[in-house]
């Protein structure tokens, strides 16, 4: 079941290359709220005690095998058809479990991030992505658990990093009584690239594949990777990373400060927006998309 690229680069070249991508700045934080203050899984942990029950069941029940089965389900991408806007629609029926930062509507977390990357003059791809990245999050309304939907992803089949928030909770995982899936590499080799790896399924997977005939691939990369907090803010598997795995990083980065900062800004104004965003979601998307 091991996984191997042929092709493997230098793995100390690829080594320092990812000392030079965390030594960089990728933006700042231009909101009023302080940096610290978001992503506080510690103070999650006391004050809001569905963020860490949320983690809990998501670190006991992602296990490879539910992965592999997961994706070999919905990346037939035969559950329905919609357009890009009518899936950002139906996300307000959603607050995410997961996130210690907001609970605004999904809407208006997209539009919030979306506006901060066009107020920064990113191109028209990024400020798509800002827009879309999360509408894989359709998967609950296709009625899968949020455990399987929203949060920070990882890679299974091998063994958990200390930087994965929570990482206490993986102890009730079935897959850490297997040697090789808990070993380094695991299933993989090194530097076997991250399109190789199996990542934990939640809607950045769904939505790569959902999106992967109508966007660049920068953007395909920031979908399938923006919730991997472990590696692109901790630092952590870049054993498992080939070269293009870290040049596409710095796109992730420059994203994640839409994301993540954005959600102290002030609620958007959906309405006035729409006009804008559909002009924009039209240049890139037909009418209607398979999910």
């Not at 977390?109 to 894989?136: K, V």
């Amino acid at each position: 079941m091991r996984i191997i690229n042929n092709n493997i680069s230098d793995a100390a070249k690829i080594s320092e290359a990812w000392e030079d991508f965390l030594k960089t700045k990728y933006g700042a934080n231009k909101s009023s709220k302080d940096t610290a203050a978001f992503r506080d899984y510690e103070v999650a942990l006391e004050q809001q005690p569905t963020v860490a029950k949320f983690y809990k069941e998501n670190h006991e029940k992602q296990t490879l095998q539910h992965v592999l089965e997961k994706k070999a389900d919905y990346t037939k991408l035969d559950k329905t058809r919609m357009g890009i806007w009518q899936a950002m629609e139906n996300l307000n029926k959603l607050v995410d479990e997961s996130d210690p930062d907001t609970s605004l509507s999904q809407i208006a977390h997209l539009l919030q991030s979306a506006e901060a990357a066009r107020r920064d003059g990113q191109p028209r791809w990024m400020i798509l992505t800002c827009l879309i990245h999360d509408l894989g999050k359709y998967l609950f309304f296709l009625g899968e658990p949020q455990w399987t939907v929203v949060g920070d992803t990882f890679p299974v089949g091998c063994a958990w990093s200390d930087k994965i928030v929570y990482p206490e909770f993986f102890k009730g995982n079935p897959d850490v009584n297997d040697e090789e899936l808990t070993s380094k590499y695991g299933i993989y080799s090194p530097n076997c690239g991250l399109a190789n790896v199996h990542m934990s399924f939640g809607h950045d997977e769904y939505l790569y594949h959902v999106c992967k005939d109508y966007l660049p691939k920068e953007a395909l990369f920031i979908i399938r990777y923006h919730s991997f907090y472990s590696a692109h803010t901790e630092g952590a598997y870049s054993w498992l990373m080939n070269n293009d795995d870290i040049a596409n990083m710095k796109w992730v980065k420059t994203f994640n400060q839409y994301d993540l900062y954005s959600k102290a800004d002030a609620e958007p104004n959906v309405e006035e927006l729409k006009p804008y965003y559909e002009q924009l979601i039209a240049e890139y998307f037909p009418e209607t998309i398979s999910w």
